[in-house]
């Protein structure tokens, strides 16, 4: 398994039993007729390993597993994505959530003390019966190892078991799904905490929406004349200050 991953797996502290440690062949991925070309490319270039850690199923640990209407979870998967290279993991991110069934913890390394971690809740697919579908993905910036920020110490720290909903594997996926929402809130305001979920998480899209707004506008700039310029900057000042309230409110 990944070295500079098991910081985060030991602060989770998973039982033994759930140790699993066997390799995901990439041939899973490159053979699939669901991805394009280029994701292929992604893999092959950028993975240099995939490995399943941890297994959480009713057979390695106490949790129960949880079935209603719109999802199904049986057992959650750890997995370890070694890569070559940092470029487009958030993309390889998903790509690995929508190809394993299972509810994931994804860890990345990039061989060079950088960490990243990702999730993605699972529901039944309603156009194919049988299927998945991935939803409301959360993925990490880079994390570098040796030199935490508070609010990235506090969001690795909150994601140990004992600090979770363990009724079932979907209680301690939604638990888990609140210390990502509180990560993300903390890259706005340096603090990491946990909330209401779904509040927080209608504040997140509307900053993802700003911030795509202010790209935009930003994108408008070169080229403009002045007086067109002066309006742009006027727009993006105000996004801004809607971003900073948003801040400190989330």
């Known amino acids: 398994m990944v070295e500079v991953l098991k910081t985060v797996w030991d602060k989770i502290s998973f039982p033994d039993s759930t140790i699993l440690g066997s390799r995901v ?13 280029a994701d292929k490319k992604l893999i092959k270039d ?9 297994t959480l199923k009713t057979s390695t640990c106490t949790i129960m597993p949880y079935k209603d209407d719109v999802r199904e979870y049986l057992e959650i998967a750890i997995l370890e994505v070694e890569l070559v290279k940092p470029k487009g993991y958030k993309r390889i991110a998903e790509i690995i959530h929508r190809m394993i069934p299972y509810p994931l913890l994804l860890g990345f390394s990039d061989n060079n003390d950088n960490i990243a971690l990702s999730f993605a809740h699972k529901r039944f697919s309603q156009a194919e019966k049988g299927a998945y579908v991935s939803e409301q993905f959360y993925t990490t910036e880079w994390i570098k190892k040796s030199t935490l920020m508070d609010f990235e110490k506090a969001f690795i720290d909150s994601l140990s078991l004992d600090k979770q909903k363990l009724h079932n594997f979907y209680t301690l996926y939604c638990s888990w799904q609140d210390c990502f929402i509180g990560y ?9 905490k946990l909330g209401d979920r779904n509040s927080r998480s209608e504040m997140l899209d509307r900053t993802r929406e700003i911030e795509q707004k202010i790209a935009e506008l930003r ?3 070169k080229g403009a004349d002045f007086n067109r310029q002066v309006e742009l900057n006027t727009k993006i000042k105000k996004f801004e200050q809607e971003l900073k309230k948003l801040a400190q409110n989330i």
């Not at 990439?26 to 070309?37: G, M, R, V, Y």
């Not at 993300?184 to 990491?192: A, R, T, V, Y």
């Open 25 to 37: 062949a990439k041939k899973l991925f490159l053979e699939s007729d669901s991805l394009t070309a």
């Open 46 to 54: 950028n993975v240099k390993n995939i490995y399943w850690a941890y």
């Open 184 to 192: 993300e809130c903390g890259k706005l305001n340096g603090e990491f």
């Open 219 to 221: 994108s408008q700039i």
